[in-house]
């Protein structure tokens, strides 16, 4: 997956958003990495409540209530940020964005439910 991509997408929504610098850790680790709350909280050497309470967090900020809902905005802000609407991207800029977009929508398939869900 692009990294640089999802870097630069993680900080458009973190000023966005007013997230954190760990909430976007936590984000960048479920979208790149697809990891589930256990593993995170394993790589930044948190417990898995406290990923839990920064999805609470980062749900909260982006007025959402599922991971279904978090990839779409991502997917819709990667878009943004690559400006895949540019009439100078070559094709096989455009064929790099949709495999990113097709990848993030497997990703979230396998973490959807292991990502803790917001009742509304």
Do not use: P, W
């Amino acid at each position: 997956m692009n990294t640089q991509s999802i870097e630069l997408t993680a900080n458009k929504l973190q000023e966005e958003y007013h997230l954190t610098q760990r909430e976007k850790q936590v984000l960048i680790l479920l979208i790149k990495k697809g990891y589930n709350n256990q593993r995170i909280g394993e790589k930044l050497y948190i417990s898995e409540k406290t990923v839990k309470n920064h999805f609470r967090s980062i749900y909260l900020k982006m007025s959402i209530h599922s991971a279904r809902e978090l990839y779409t905005i991502f997917i819709s802000n990667i878009c943004y940020v690559l400006n895949l609407t540019n009439e100078e991207k070559t094709v096989k800029d455009k064929i790099d964005v949709i495999d990113i977009i097709t990848e993030l929508k497997e990703k979230l398939s396998e973490v959807e439910s292991s990502v803790v869900k917001m009742n509304a």
